[in-house]
């Protein structure tokens, strides 16, 4: 994997949002949603990026696609790297930016609430193939979606419905069309099978680990939950109050060098009654307020681990591992 180009590499990435005054004069104030966060992205792998709610994920997500393409909301600082190419907003050409914009498609929790409830399923996703340059026509447009609804496991018909016809899941299905349509390379999913039901979860996972191969996608799969992220992942980002706290492949995030907040995510995964209890640690205390985070460590207030040295300095990621990073004061460092 080392030697491979990333498909998307984000270079200390941060956002920051300016608190409303409570008085005329305060000093300006900030949330610090998301802070000096870098991760590479490889072809055809999936990263997920788990967190608590309000530990930044979706603010990650955006700003990533704002610096690439979008460029609707500013990012206070950062580089966005795009099979090797730099690509801010400022200095990539409109053809660049139509093809960035076809290639990295951004899945939400919930699709129906940004698809138009008057205009019928099929024609809303059409609709971005024709502005794209995906279809020539309205036909061939048709023809294509008509596909796409069954390769996703929907019938034809569905083209003509309207939004609200449709269960959970069926929408999460026409989301995942939605950004299929325009032929995308690398998939945000954010928090996509949150709100499902446990069987209908199972169900869409599985769908997008299909259409990953069959259409050759990298994945950025963002959620709170551990125990479902990690049915997809290759490697996992764990993220607390905007930082990153972790990078570890799947398989070394059960092990011993984890971060003890990551411990923690892990071992409140609920497991099979038939399995021995591992112990849950129960963080104590409550997420501290991003607009003043913490000087030292990020974590250091609910940590089962801290000593006085965490709440004076905050530590670096470092190398723990084969692709394993850790942010912690007590991760020994690999020579
Ligand atoms: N538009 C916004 N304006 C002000 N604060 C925001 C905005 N969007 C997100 N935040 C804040 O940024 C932090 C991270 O939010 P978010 O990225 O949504 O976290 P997550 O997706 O992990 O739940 C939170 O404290 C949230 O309140
Ligand atoms: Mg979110």
Do not use: W
């Amino acid at each position: 994997m080392a030697e491979q180009t990333p498909i998307l590499q984000v270079e200390h990435l941060t956002k920051f949002f300016p608190v409303k005054k409570r008085k005329l004069i305060e000093p300006k104030r900030y949330v610090h949603a998301v802070e000096d966060v870098s991760f590479e992205l490889y072809p055809g792998e999936t990263l997920g990026i788990v967190g608590e709610s309000g530990s930044g994920k979706s603010t990650l997500a955006r700003a990533t696609l704002a610096r690439a393409i979008l460029a609707l909301t500013p990012v206070t600082a950062g580089n966005v790297f795009y099979e090797g190419q730099k690509v801010t907003n400022f200095r990539v050409s409109s053809a660049d930016k139509r093809r960035l914009r076809g290639d990295l498609q951004m899945i939400f929790q919930d699709p129906y609430a940004s698809l138009n409830p008057k205009i019928k399923i099929g024609e809303a996703i059409a609709e971005p193939m024709l502005n794209n340059g995906q279809a020539s026509g309205h036909k061939e447009a048709e023809e294509k979606v008509r596909h796409l609804l069954e390769t996703v496991g929907l019938r034809s018909e569905v083209y003509d419905r309207f939004p609200h016809e449709f269960s959970g899941g069926q929408r999460q299905r026409i989301g995942i069309v939605r950004a299929l349509a325009v032929n995308p390379k690398v998939l945000f999913c954010d928090e996509s099978v949150s709100a499902l039901d446990v069987s209908v979860q199972a169900q869409i996972l599985n769908l997008f680990n299909e259409l990953k191969e069959q259409f050759h996608l990298t994945y950025v799969f963002i959620g709170h939950d551990l125990a479902v992220i990690r049915y997809i992942s290759d490697r996992i980002l764990v993220m607390y109050l905007g930082k990153v706290m972790e990078i570890a492949p799947y398989d070394q995030l059960f092990g011993e060098h984890t971060h003890p907040y990551t411990q923690a995510l892990v071992s409140a995964i609920p497991e099979p009654s038939t399995a021995p209890r591992t112990q849950r640690i129960l963080l104590e205390g409550d997420i501290p307020s991003v607009v003043d985070p913490p000087k030292g460590c990020r974590f250091c207030q609910r940590c089962f681990r801290s000593q006085p040295q965490c709440f004076e300095e905050e530590p670096e990621l470092v190398r723990v591992g084969e692709g394993h990073f850790v942010r912690c004061h007590f991760a020994k460092e690999e020579g």
